[in-house]
Structures are given as C-alpha cells and as structure tokens.
C-alpha cells in the first residue's frame, strides 16, 4: 500500500533530523554511509536502499540493505548509469518497462535514484564557480509498483545532500 503523502513528508521530516544527529564527523565514509542506509530502510521498508559509488569508470556496490546485488554498473546503463550520465534524478514507476534496466532481484517493481554530487572548491581564486561532480547514486527498490513520486525526490535530494559531506 502507497502511503499518503502528508505522512511520508513527516516521516522524512523525521529521517531528515534524525540523519543530522546520526552522521558524524569524525567516523570514517562507510559508518556515515551504513547508518544512512540503514535509517532509511528501516523508516519506510523499502525493499532495497543502497549506494553505488564511482569508481573508475564505473558504479560500484557501496553500502546496501536487502538482498544481493550486482556489483558494477556500467556508465549509462540501467537506472543508476542513467542517473549518473544525466546527474539527475530518476523515477520508474515500472522497472519491467525501463529498457535496459538491470534487474538484480525480482521482487523489485519500481525504484528511484538520486545522484550524490562533490562540490570542488574553485582552483583559480578569479575563477568564482563551484564545480560538481557525481560521486556516487543512491538507489532505492520497492516491492511494489509506483511507489515514488516528487515528495521522496524532494527529501531524498536533501537527505544526500546531507550525507555527502561526510563522503
Ligand atoms: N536497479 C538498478 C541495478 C541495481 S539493483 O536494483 C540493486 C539499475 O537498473 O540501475
């Protein structure tokens, strides 16, 4: 069952406080990023939650709580190369209508990605722009069909937001 939305924005209003007072500094990236996993899975029960990172030139498995996955993602390919190629957010109602999505466990039915972006402090002092590089995608699976919608992109842009500064 979907939950309404006024409920999930307060529970990610909840998730939002409580990853504040969960990451910490002075622990190193894979704690910040197993807890965040973890806090996630456990406030909504999504079936898969887990962070690919950039390596080389591919997505390697990070962090994850569910079943087994693959290991490498391709640049481009599936749901999370696509996210990182296109450094933007991605919804699939669907996972069995998205070509060439990489199915790592059947119970999967729809799924969203974030892209977590580094900023790079500029190397030239007249040079005034931040840039931003995608370092690694979170990639959420539900057992059920159409689970995300704008409310989890808008918290969970947040949410990244957050844990990437202690990546
Ligand atoms: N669904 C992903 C592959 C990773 S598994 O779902 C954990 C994709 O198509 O990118």
Same mark, same amino acid.
């Given at each position: 069952?979907?939950?309404?939305?006024? %409920?999930?924005?307060?529970?990610?209003?909840?998730?939002?406080?409580?990853? /504040?007072?969960?990451?910490?500094?002075? %622990?190193?990236?894979?704690?910040?990023? =197993?807890?965040?996993?973890?806090?996630?899975?456990?406030?909504?029960?999504?079936?898969? %939650?887990?962070?690919?990172?950039?390596?080389?030139?591919?997505?390697?498995?990070?962090?994850?709580?569910?079943?087994?996955?693959?290991?490498?993602?391709?640049?481009?390919?599936?749901?999370?190369?696509? =996210?990182?190629?296109?450094?933007?957010?991605?919804?699939?109602?669907?996972?069995?209508?998205?070509?060439?999505?990489?199915?790592?466990?059947?119970?999967?039915?729809?799924?969203? %990605?974030?892209?977590?972006?580094?900023?790079?402090?500029?190397?030239?002092?007249?040079?005034?722009?931040?840039?931003? =590089?995608?370092? =690694?995608?979170?990639?959420?699976?539900?057992?059920?069909?159409?689970?995300?919608?704008?409310? /989890?992109?808008?918290?969970?842009?947040?949410?990244?937001?957050?844990?990437?500064?202690?990546?």
């Amino acid at each position: 069952m979907t939950t309404p939305p006024n %409920v999930k924005r307060e529970q990610y209003k909840t998730l939002l406080k409580q990853l /504040d007072l969960l990451l910490i500094n002075s %622990v190193d990236e894979i704690a910040n990023s =197993a807890n965040f996993c973890a806090l996630i899975k456990q406030t909504f029960d999504f079936h898969w %939650v887990g962070i690919y990172r950039v390596f080389k030139e591919e997505l390697m498995l990070g962090t994850f709580q569910g079943p087994v996955a693959c290991v490498r993602i391709p640049f481009g390919q599936g749901v999370c190369g696509s =996210a990182w190629q296109q450094e933007k957010t991605i919804i699939v109602d669907n996972v069995n209508e998205y070509p060439g999505h990489i199915a790592c466990s059947a119970s999967s039915q729809s799924e969203i %990605v974030i892209p977590i972006f580094k900023y790079k402090e500029p190397s030239h002092s007249l040079d005034g722009n931040k840039s931003k =590089a995608v370092i =690694a995608v979170l990639d959420i699976d539900a057992d059920i069909l159409n689970a995300f919608d704008s409310v /989890d992109s808008y918290y969970l842009e947040q949410s990244v937001e957050l844990l990437s500064r202690y990546l």
